[in-house]
C-alpha cells in the first residue's frame, strides 16, 4: 500500500448527510492499521454461561426459537433481555412539561437472539445457511413487533467484543423496538430524499463500485463506503431496490449470510479480529408509499479501531485516518473459498 503521499480531504455522506475528514496522515499505512486488543477479555466460562445450552433457565422468558419444536435442540433462541433499555408493560403515555419538553414513557422491547447453542462459536463459523436462520429470525421477530401500532422503528444490531459494547462473549445480537423514530434514522431518511428530489434515484441504488467494491453476489454487494466515518467500515447493500429488510426472503437470506460470513473473516483476518459492531439500517416500519423509492436498507459494519474525540462529538464530523478505497484493497485481496 506504500504509494505517493496522499492529502487530506473532505468528502460528503450523501446518505447521511455528513461530512468526514480523510487524513492519512494521522496514521501509518492502512494495512497497519489493525486491532491490538483482545476482542472478549470478557469471555464467560462456558459452565457459567445462560446463553448455552442447557442453562435455559437462567436467561429472561423465551420468545421463540428456531426450530420451533421443543422435543429437538435449539439452534436460535430469540429470549427477553433480562436487562431491557425498555419496558414492554408499560403504556405508552405522551407527558409534557410546562417547559414544552417532550417525554414518553419507556415502552418499547428489548430482544437478544442466542445465535448457536455452543458458546465456542461466533458468526463467521457458521455456514450461510445457518447465517441465514438467524436473519430470519430477526425477520420472523420484527414481523411480529409489526402489530404494536405504537412501535415505529426496530433496531437490529450485534456487538462483538468488549470494546463494542458486548457483555457477554457468547455469541449474540440484539432487537430494540422504539416507539419513536430514532434522529439519525430520520435524518438518513431526509438525506435519502433530498437526493431523489434533486437526481431522481436512489442514493443507495447508483452508488459508484469501482474502487470501492469488495465482494458481490446474486442479490447483494459489499462495499467499503467513499465518506465512511471509520476505518475499515464495511457496507452490504441489496442489489435491487428494497426498503425494508424484513421483505428478505430464504434465498436472499442465504445470499446474505454468505456475504456477511465472507466479509467478517476478512476483516478478522486482515486486522487481527477486531471488536465490531453491525447494524440493520432499515426503513421506519411505517413508511408510507411516497418515501418506498428512496428508502432502500443495508446492513453496516463497523470495527472498532479507534475512538471518537471531542472534535467528532462537538462537530458532527467524523476523521477517518483510512482512504476507502485503501480499505476495499486491502479487504478485496484476501481470496477466502465463498
Not at 466460562?45 to 446463553?51: A, H, L, R, T, V
Not at 421443543?70 to 417547559?99: C, F, G, H, M
Request: charged share 20%; net charge neutral; with cysteine.
Amino acid at each position: 500500500m506504500d504509494g505517493p503521499k496522499r492529502n487530506p480531504e473532505l468528502r460528503k455522506d450523501t446518505v447521511n448527510s455528513r461530512w468526514v475528514v480523510f487524513s492519512p496522515a494521522r496514521s501509518r499505512r492502512p494495512s497497519d492499521f489493525k486491532s491490538k486488543s483482545n476482542p472478549n477479555p470478557n469471555s464467560n466460562n462456558q459452565s457459567e454461561c445462560p446463553f448455552c445450552i442447557g442453562h435455559e433457565h437462567e436467561c429472561a422468558p423465551e420468545i421463540f426459537r428456531v426450530p420451533s419444536d421443543s422435543t429437538s435442540e435449539w439452534k436460535i433462541r430469540v429470549i427477553q433481555n433480562l436487562y431491557p433499555a425498555l419496558n414492554r408493560d408499560l403504556q405508552q403515555v405522551t407527558e409534557s412539561s410546562p417547559s414544552q419538553e417532550m417525554s414518553l414513557s419507556g415502552f418499547g422491547f428489548h430482544d437478544v437472539v442466542i445465535e448457536s447453542p455452543v458458546h465456542s462459536v461466533h458468526l463467521p463459523d457458521l455456514s450461510p445457511v445457518q447465517i441465514a436462520q438467524i436473519l430470519l429470525a430477526y425477520k420472523t421477530r420484527i414481523l411480529q413487533l409489526l402489530s404494536y401500532q405504537s412501535i415505529k422503528y426496530v433496531q437490529v444490531f450485534k456487538n462483538h467484543g468488549a470494546s463494542a459494547g458486548a457483555s457477554m462473549s457468547h455469541s449474540h445480537s440484539q432487537m430494540i423496538a422504539l416507539p419513536i423514530i430514532p434522529p439519525t434514522v430520520s435524518s438518513r431518511m431526509d438525506s435519502m430524499k433530498e437526493h431523489f428530489d434533486q437526481t431522481g434515484k436512489c442514493s443507495l441504488c447508483e452508488i459508484q463500485l469501482d474502487r470501492l467494491q469488495i465482494y458481490e453476489s446474486k442479490h447483494f454487494v459489499s462495499i467499503a463506503p467513499f465518506a465512511s466515518t471509520s476505518p475499515f467500515e464495511l457496507w452490504i447493500i441489496p442489489r435491487n431496490h428494497c426498503s425494508h429488510f424484513h421483505e428478505l426472503n430464504e434465498e436472499q437470506a442465504v445470499d446474505l449470510g454468505r456475504s456477511l460470513k465472507l466479509v467478517l473473516q476478512k476483516m478478522s483476518l486482515q486486522l487481527n479480529n477486531p471488536p465490531y459492531n453491525y447494524m440493520i439500517q432499515t426503513s421506519p416500519l411505517q413508511a408510507n408509499q411516497p418515501q418506498l423509492p428512496y428508502c432502500h436498507w443495508f446492513l453496516q459494519i463497523v470495527p472498532q479501531l479507534g475512538t471518537i474525540g471531542g472534535f467528532e462529538m462537538g462537530s458532527g464530523c467524523y476523521i477517518n485516518p483510512v482512504f476507502p478505497e485503501d480499505a476495499a484493497k486491502i479487504l478485496k485481496e484476501l481470496n477466502l473459498p465463498n
